[in-house]
């Protein structure tokens, strides 16, 4: 098992890893829109979701893979209403054939992001 981290997403807000590689996957914890180079978040479900995904996109880098090779995301939002522009964005991310993915809306986040999404992938 090898622990990933890296300071292009940001860091752990708790006591958990960024990611974890095992069994030739990355398990990436959710990824909310946090920028890691100030801390700030965006506003608008559409620039959090695009921050959301580079993020994880940079922890998965950093496990030596990228999201092409994703096979499982999770997807939390916290209005249903933003499904469909989130699904865009994803879109523009995700690549066919597309990962399984659940989305379920939560009634709070962590930082009150408007989105985080956990990814699985292969390394």
């Known amino acids: 098992m090898n622990i990933i981290s890296t300071i292009s997403a940001p860091a752990a807000i708790g006591p958990y ?3 974890i590689v095992t069994g030739g ?23 959090q979701a695009e921050q959301v995904f580079r993020n994880a996109a940079a922890i998965l880098s950093a496990a030596g893979t990228n999201l092409s090779r994703a096979v499982k995301t999770t997807l939390f939002i916290k209005n249903m ?6 699904n865009a964005v994803y879109a523009r991310h995700f690549t066919e054939p597309y990962p399984a993915r ?4 939560v009634a709070r986040l962590p930082k009150d992001a408007l989105l985080e999404c956990e990814v699985i992938a292969k390394v």
């Open 25 to 47: 996957l990355v398990f990436a914890s959710g990824q909310i829109p946090v920028n890691p180079a100030d801390g700030t978040i965006p506003a608008g479900v559409e620039a």
């Open 81 to 86: 209403d933003d499904f469909a522009a989130i």
């Open 102 to 105: 659940s989305c379920v809306e």
């Open 17 to 19: 890893s960024q990611a």
